[in-house]
């Protein structure tokens, strides 16, 4: 654990006005990247982004949410800042689950919340199954903590996916990443991102994006857009939802995810939803997209901010306080 919490690297960064700190936390294949924000007493929140984004994502809702806690935002493997896994090697939720197991190891948190956008939120609700003593509260923007799958689709999935990365392979062999100036890649970004604002975009790619000779190149693994062979099916998602322990707030947006699900998802998806309606948690809907809670946080900021007061156990804060105070 020391030795762990040793490896742990704060700089200090000017690039965004509200981060306190830039994290690096060492991993077998490289780094997991990040940023802090908050007070170091302060009550620990996991911040974890989605697919192809990164903790940019979080950069104009934290400012708006609790001061009294201690807000670690990590780039997860293959984006933003962080090492990309591997040759040769897929990306998958289990693996992000162990990813997010390696950096609580570092931050020796005993105890945390986790607010997690789309894929960091299904990264997040698969570790409060699996480690639910470990997880107080957890926030689903635009998420639903597992996203479950037909298992008559599975050995499609499967066969997909592993064809992919061998096609996926035999392509990239050799070949260079497109250069783009700054001006196209936002362009480039907006144009396969649809629920991103100009301004959001401009965000993520501070830390999306890497200077090279001629322009910039996009710093992300493109494996991550192979499909996810590690799938569930419904009765594991509604298992896996029995075991979280933690208080839970899901924000849906109006045009967000949810709008994309054809039929069979649909019906799949409603099903995991009806599991979370008891008073331990909140299923609340919000105006605007899949983005929202970065294109337009204030939207989404009271609701976050009185769940963490609220519903999470009132000694949380107290519960790190002394490992905290190190970080």
């Not at 409060?128 to 923007?141: G, K, T």
């Not at 997209?289 to 294109?295: G, R």
Request: overall charge neutral.
């Amino acid at each position: 654990m020391i030795r762990a919490l040793k490896g742990v690297r704060h700089m200090t960064t000017t690039t965004v006005k509200q981060a306190v700190s830039e994290l690096s936390i060492p991993v077998p294949w490289g780094e997991i990247r990040g940023k802090v924000w908050g007070p170091d007493h302060g009550r620990p929140v996991l911040c974890l982004h989605g697919w192809a984004d990164n903790c940019g994502s979080f950069n104009t809702l934290l400012p708006l949410l609790p001061k009294d806690c201690r807000y670690v935002a990590v780039d997860l493997v293959g984006h933003g800042c962080s090492s990309h896994r591997p040759p040769g090697v897929l990306y998958a939720f289990p693996s992000y689950v162990m990813d997010i197991r390696r950096v609580i190891d570092a931050l020796q948190w005993s105890k945390f919340s986790i607010i997690g956008h789309s894929m960091g939120g299904n990264i997040g609700g698969m570790f409060s199954a699996v480690y639910p003593e470990m997880v107080d509260a957890l926030v689903l923007l635009d998420s639903y903590g597992f996203l479950p799958t037909d298992t008559k689709e599975m050995p499609e999935v499967l066969r997909q996916g592993l064809e992919d990365m061998i096609q996926f392979e035999k392509t990239m062999e050799g070949k260079q990443k497109r250069v783009y100036s700054h001006e196209k890649a936002v362009e480039r970004l907006l144009a396969g991102n649809k629920s991103l604002s100009e301004e959001s975009a401009t965000i993520l790619l501070e830390r999306a994006l890497v200077q090279v000779e001629g322009g910039v190149m996009f710093s992300r693994d493109f494996r991550i857009n192979l499909k996810n062979i590690a799938r569930i099916s419904l009765e594991q998602s509604l298992e896996m939802r029995s075991r979280i322990r933690a208080s839970v707030l899901i924000i849906l947006a109006d045009g967000g995810f949810g709008r994309m699900f054809p039929n069979t998802e649909e019906k799949l998806v409603s099903a995991l939803l009806e599991a979370y309606k008891d008073g331990n948690n909140e299923v609340v809907r919000v105006p605007g997209n899949h983005h929202v809670h970065l294109n337009e946080p204030e939207v989404v900021a009271p609701f976050v901010s009185n769940f963490l007061q609220t519903k999470a156990p009132a000694n949380s804060a107290e519960l790190t306080g002394a490992q905290t105070s190190r970080l």
